[in-house]
C-alpha cells in the first residue's frame, strides 16, 4: 500500500467486498496530514465483550437497524404529529400543513439519502461526525459533533417537558370534560424528577436488551399510528354515531368554503398565546406556511438515526441493511406523516379554538383527540394521550442513548475537553458508556426550564433550538456529500488505482452498495433549503410587539454556536494560519465495501413469464423485504 500519495488527493485502497467488517473506530485527533487516520476492529467485534473497557458492544442485528430507523418517526407522533399538527393546521389551513409535510419531508429525505450512500459505501462508526471531518474539514467535524450531541441531549430535555405538559391532561369543551386529577395536582418539576430517573434507568440497560424493547415497541407504535389514520378517515366518511357534535357526515367539508384550503391569514400571538394582531391576504398566508416550515421539521428530527447506532451494529457492514433502511424512512415518513396530517384535517377545522390556543392542555391541543371526541367517542381521548406520554417518555429514553453514544465517540477522539475528564468519559461498563448517560443527562437538567410559562410555550422553545441545530448538521451533511461526490469523482482520474479500485468508486457499476438518481442534485436542494430554514426561521421573533427576545435566541443560538466551535478548533491546531484551515480533510475513501451479488435486495425480479408459482412467491418476498 503507497502511504506516499499527495495529501490533497483521495486515498486508493482495495475495498473489501461485502461481506465482511468494514468498520473503522474512530481516533482521537493527531496534528498533521496523515492518510490513514482509522484502524479496522475486530472482525467478530460482537464478540469481544469487556465488562469494563472503552468498547461498545455490536450486538444489534438487521431488525434492530429497521426498526430503529423508523423508531423516530414513531416517537415523533407526540410532538411531531400530536401536539405540531394542530399548530400546523390552525397557522397554514388544511393545504398549507399538507404543503410543508410534504417539502420537510422531500428535505429530510434527500438529506438520509446523502448520509445512506455514504455510509453503505464506507461503513464507519459515528458517521454523521466522520465524514463531514474527512470531506469538509476536521474543524467542522468537531463542531458537528458537538451540535449533534447538543441537539440530542435538548430533544431528551424537550421530551421530558412534554410527557410532564401531557399528564396534566384537561380537555373542557363545554359539552365534555376529560382530566387526569393526579397530573394537574403534581407539580411539572416532580414529573419531570422522576422521568428522568426512568430514563437513566433504562439507559444503563444492555444494548441488546434495549434493542429487544424497542423492536417491541415500535412494531406497537406502527400499528397505532396506522390505527389512527385509519380511524380519522372512518370518522370522516361514516354517518355519525350518537353523541357526536355534528349529524352528517364531514367528509371535506373543513376543505371547502366558508373555510380554505390555504389559512387565508396569519394571527400573531405572544409568548402565552394571545393574539397582538392578524395579517391578511397573501402576505399572511405566505407567512402561515413559512412559520410551519419549522415546526415541521421538528417531527422530521432523528430520521438520521439508522446511522447513529452504527457503533453498536452487526449489520453496519452489510450494504442492503443501510440500502434499505434508508429507502424505507424515505418511503414511510413521507406516506404515513402526509396521510396522518390529511385524516385529521377532515375532522377538525383549521379555526377550532382549541388548537388556536384555547385548549386547557397540551392533550387538549391535539387533532386525534378533538377528533374522537367530537365523534362521540371520549373514551379514546383518554386512551391517544396516554399512548402519546409513552411515545414522548421512549422518544427520551432513544434521545438519551443516541447522546449519550454521541458523546462517547467525541471521548474517543480526544475532542472532549482534559484528559481527566475524557478517559471517563469512555469508560464502559458491559457496552455501555455510563458516565458519557450521566453528562447527558446533566444537560437534560434543562428541561426544568420548561415547567413554567403556558402549555407548550417553553417547549416550542426547546423545540425550535433542537430543531435549528439539526438543521445545522443536516445542511452539513449535504455539503459533505457534495464534496464526496467531487472526490468519488476524482478518485476514478488517478492512475494508481486498479480495475477493482476504480469500480468501488464507480456510481454507475452494478455493485456499487447504494446510490439514489440525482444524488447531487438533493444534495443541493437539502444545503439550500437547510440553510434559508436556518436563516429565515426567527421571523416569528421579529412579527411580535415588542420584539420577543427569548424567540429571537431560541431561533439563532444555535448558528453563532457552531460557528465558535469551528473557529475553536481552527485556533487551537492551526493557530492563525487561516490557508490550513480548511485543507485538513484527508478525503479519504478507504475500506469502501461492495455489494456481493448483483441480485439487490428490494429489487422486484421475476425469474418465470406469466403467473407463475415462483413469481408468486418472489412477490411475496419482496413485499415481506419492503414492509418488515
Known amino acids: 500500500m503507497d502511504h506516499n500519495l499527495d495529501y490533497d488527493k483521495p486515498e486508493a485502497l482495495t475495498p473489501h467486498i461485502f461481506p465482511g467488517n468494514g468498520t473503522q473506530s474512530p481516533q482521537p485527533d493527531v496534528d498533521g496530514p496523515t492518510l490513514n487516520n482509522y484502524i479496522d476492529e475486530p472482525t467478530a467485534a460482537e464478540e469481544r465483550r469487556e465488562l469494563r473497557g472503552e468498547s461498545l458492544w455490536r450486538v444489534l442485528n438487521e431488525r434492530h437497524i429497521n426498526v430503529r430507523a423508523h423508531w423516530k418517526f414513531y416517537q415523533r407522533l407526540r410532538t411531531g404529529l400530536f401536539l405540531g399538527s394542530g399548530r400546523s393546521l390552525a397557522a397554514a389551513g388544511p393545504g398549507g400543513a399538507l404543503v410543508c409535510y410534504l417539502l420537510m419531508g422531500t428535505v429530510i429525505s434527500s438529506v438520509i439519502s446523502c448520509l445512506g450512500e455514504m455510509t453503505a459505501l464506507m461503513p464507519v462508526n459515528a458517521p454523521v461526525m466522520e465524514f463531514p471531518r474527512r470531506f469538509v474539514s476536521r474543524g467542522v467535524g468537531f463542531a458537528v459533533g458537538w451540535m449533534y450531541w447538543f441537539a ?230 383518554h386512551f391517544f394521550n396516554a399512548v402519546f406520554v409513552f411515545s414522548a417518555f421512549t422518544c427520551a429514553i432513544n434521545s438519551m442513548y443516541i447522546g449519550s453514544r454521541i458523546l462517547h465517540t467525541l471521548a474517543l477522539r480526544g475532542q472532549t475537553g482534559p484528559e481527566f475528564i475524557t478517559r471517563r468519559l469512555r469508560q464502559c461498563r458491559s457496552g455501555v458508556p455510563v458516565r458519557a448517560v450521566f453528562a447527558t443527562a446533566a444537560m437534560m437538567l434543562i428541561g426544568f426550564m420548561g415547567r413554567s410559562g403556558s402549555p407548550g410555550a417553553r417547549l416550542s422553545e426547546l423545540a425550535n433550538n433542537c430543531t435549528v441545530s439539526c438543521l445545522i448538521v443536516y445542511g452539513t451533511i449535504c455539503l459533505t456529500y457534495l464534496s464526496f461526490f467531487k472526490t468519488l469523482e476524482d478518485a476514478k482520474l488517478y492512475g494508481n488505482a486498479s480495475e477493482l479500485q476504480a469500480a468501488s468508486y464507480d456510481r454507475d457499476n452494478h455493485l456499487y452498495p447504494y446510490k439514489s438518481h440525482g444524488q447531487w442534485l438533493k444534495a443541493c436542494y437539502g444545503l439550500v433549503a437547510c440553510t434559508i430554514l436556518v436563516v429565515f426561521n426567527g421571523v416569528g421573533a421579529f412579527l411580535e410587539r415588542p420584539f420577543n427576545i427569548r424567540k429571537f435566541i431560541s431561533a439563532y443560538i444555535s448558528l453563532p454556536v457552531f460557528l465558535i466551535l469551528i473557529l475553536a478548533y481552527n485556533l487551537r491546531k492551526h493557530g492563525l494560519r487561516v490557508s490550513e484551515w480548511m485543507s485538513d480533510r484527508s478525503s479519504d475513501l478507504s475500506n469502501t465495501v461492495q455489494a456481493s451479488n448483483p441480485k439487490r435486495k428490494g429489487r422486484l425480479e421475476f425469474p418465470d413469464d406469466g403467473f407463475t408459482r415462483n413469481n408468486w412467491a418472489v412477490f411475496a418476498e419482496w413485499v415481506w423485504v419492503w414492509m418488515k
Open 152 to 381: 440530542y441531549a435538548v430533544l431528551a430535555a424537550d421530551e421530558l417537558v412534554a410527557v410532564s405538559n401531557t399528564i396534566k391532561f384537561r380537555y373542557d369543551d363545554g359539552r365534555t370534560l376529560l382530566n387526569w386529577e393526579v397530573g394537574e395536582s403534581v407539580d411539572n418539576a416532580v414529573w419531570i424528577c422522576v422521568f428522568l430517573a426512568l430514563v437513566i434507568i433504562v439507559n444503563l440497560f444492555p444494548v441488546k436488551v434495549f434493542g429487544e424493547l424497542e423492536y417491541v415497541f415500535g412494531c406497537f407504535k406502527l400499528m397505532f399510528i396506522v390505527m389512527l389514520i385509519v380511524l380519522m378517515f372512518m370518522l370522516s366518511v361514516i354517518q355519525p354515531r350518537e353523541g357526536a357534535y355534528y349529524q352528517e357526515s364531514l367528509g371535506t367539508r373543513y376543505w371547502n368554503s366558508p373555510y380554505s384550503f390555504f389559512n387565508p391569514y396569519y394571527n400573531v400571538k405572544d409568548s402565552d398565546g394571545n393574539l397582538q394582531r392578524t395579517i391578511l391576504g397573501s402576505t399572511g398566508t405566505l407567512l402561515g406556511v413559512w412559520t410551519t416550515f419549522t415546526g415541521v421539521m421538528f417531527s422530521y428530527i432523528g430520521m438520521d438515526i439508522m446511522a447513529a447506532t452504527a457503533a453498536e451494529s452487526r449489520a453496519l457492514s452489510d450494504v442492503e441493511s443501510m440500502k434499505m433502511a434508508s429507502r424505507k424512512i424515505n418511503l414511510r415518513i413521507i406516506l404515513l406523516y402526509a396521510l396522518a396530517m390529511i385524516t385529521a384535517s377532515f375532522v377538525v377545522p383549521a379555526d377550532h379554538p382549541f388548537i388556536n390556543g384555547k385548549g386547557q392542555s397540551v392533550g387538549a391541543h391535539s387533532l386525534f383527540i378533538i377528533g374522537v371526541v367530537e365523534a362521540g367517542l371520549p373514551a379514546a381521548g
